[in-house]
């Protein structure tokens, strides 16, 4: 066993508890009655994001040298993946009466976390990989501080509009042959 694969098990747990607390919470979170259209797109971009953060360890295998800062940087995306799904589904998904309101409550939690998983990415990209950041990766850091600072619903629209946009050219640039 080589160090990445045994650094990269603690990452595929964690990616693994975040998604758990997704997947459990889907019939709370779809049921007609309390269902927000926002809450829901939000809730299908982060199980599409815990799925490509798994994908996207693998580029991790050609890291020579591995430490506690390398380590500390792998781990930043599946705990901060973790903190937003919580954010986003709360502990207790039985008991939310709006999902409106409870992603309008929770919603500088939920775009902190995006701030975080998004700055974890760059890192990893830069320091682990040797890659400069596209510029969009900067736009979209700072679409999510924007978010994650306001509590307007059209702010959080946008920035979410953006998450899925992010999300769709990171799907297309991973399974193609000019990876960034």
Known sequence: MTIFEFLSVAASIVLALGLSTLI???????????????HALAFVALVAGHILAWWRIWP??????????????????????YLAATALVSNNPNQVESWKKQFSERSRWFFSALVAVWAFGLLRGYMLLDRTPPW???????????????????????ALLMFVLAFAALIYFSFSATPF
């Not at 459990?24 to 926002?38: E, M």
């Not at 991790?60 to 792998?74: Q, Y």
């Open 24 to 38: 459990t919470s889907i019939p709370y979170v779809f049921d007609a009655r309390k269902r927000d259209w926002l």
């Open 60 to 81: 991790l295998n050609s890291v020579a040298n591995w430490n506690i800062l390398g380590f500390a940087i792998l781990m930043g995306t599946p705990l901060s993946l």
């Open 136 to 158: 969009w990766s900067i736009v979209m850091l700072g679409g999510f501080v924007v978010a994650a600072s306001s509590m307007r619903r059209d702010v959080h629209v946008a």
